[in-house]
């Protein structure tokens, strides 16, 4: 037997209302309003029965259903919003294409580079510096060294500012990510209600009633319309033939068998010449 269609119950809602109604017929005996399940009337003949009677058990829910598909709706809604501002930020991220990729690379290394390269022209520097004092190179090594020394702090500078971008771009990630788990926990909090409603105020009712007066509570069986014939009436009706036996007897007609009479044979005449 198949579940009638509540009016306000949704086809994704019908399996949550069998799955409560089955988890109170399996702890039937746990209540003892309930503990005659099995005597008048078996649990498949209760879930029959709970079945044909949805829109009435889901009434006694109603205003727990209406929130928990409102609450529904909204983090759909929500989560909508948050999955398009994610795939926004990232399309943003990745718009430059390899010239983003570059420009990271390039920020990482540029430090790193120019620091090693200050290192080497400072040392090579100050080494001709102590040994020839008067040669122009030793300074020309010097001047290349603090170059670079500043190349390196300023690309230092750079990755800082961009490592301090992407702690806050990912600390507004896991602030979306804890609304999206708040509405998560509201939802199932909504659910909860809901199944506490329909089994305490629908189904155990419903079943404490069918309990105590089974036929009241078992659905009537729609009487089944009378076929109806497909072969279109004639309007005229057949002709009424009757039997020969029927019929007065005088209507007959009489007829009497020929009299024949047999030829005069005789000698011929004689003809005159």
Request: aromatic letters at 6%; one cysteine or more; proline letters at 8%.
């Amino acid at each position: 037997m198949h579940m009638n269609v509540a009016p306000h119950l949704l086809t994704e809602d019908r399996s949550e209302f069998e799955r409560v109604l089955d988890d109170a017929l399996r702890h039937a005996h746990d209540r003892p309003d309930l503990a005659e399940v099995g005597t008048r009337l078996t649990a498949a003949q209760l879930r029959a029965m709970a079945l044909s009677a949805t829109a009435l058990i889901t009434a006694a829910a109603a205003p727990e259903y209406d929130h928990f598909v409102k609450i529904r709706e909204q983090g759909r809604s929500s989560g909508t919003s948050v999955m398009g501002a994610v795939l926004a930020a990232d399309g943003d991220g990745a718009s430059g294409g390899p010239g983003a990729g570059v420009i990271a690379i390039v920020t990482v290394l540029a430090p790193v580079l120019a620091g090693t390269a200050a290192l080497i022209f400072l040392l090579v520097g100050a080494v001709l510096k102590v040994l020839a004092p008067a040669l122009q190179f030793a300074d020309t090594l010097l001047t290349a060294g603090w170059f670079f020394g500043a190349v390196a702090a300023a690309g230092l500078l750079c990755a800082a500012a961009g490592l301090l971008v992407t702690a806050l771009r990912n600390r507004a990630t896991e602030v979306a990510a804890d609304s999206g788990a708040a509405a998560g926990d509201e939802l199932s909090l909504a659910r909860d209600a809901w199944r506490h409603a329909l089994l305490e105020r629908g189904i155990v009712p419903f079943l404490r009633e069918a309990l105590a007066d089974p036929g009241a509570a078992r659905p009537t069986p729609t009487p089944r319309p009378r076929p109806v014939s497909r072969i279109p009436k004639v309007g005229y009706s057949g002709p009424d033939f009757s039997s020969p036996g029927e019929g007065a007897s005088g209507n007959r007609p009489s007829y009497s068998s020929p009299d024949f009479s047999s030829p005069d044979f005789g000698p011929p005449e004689s003809v005159p010449d």
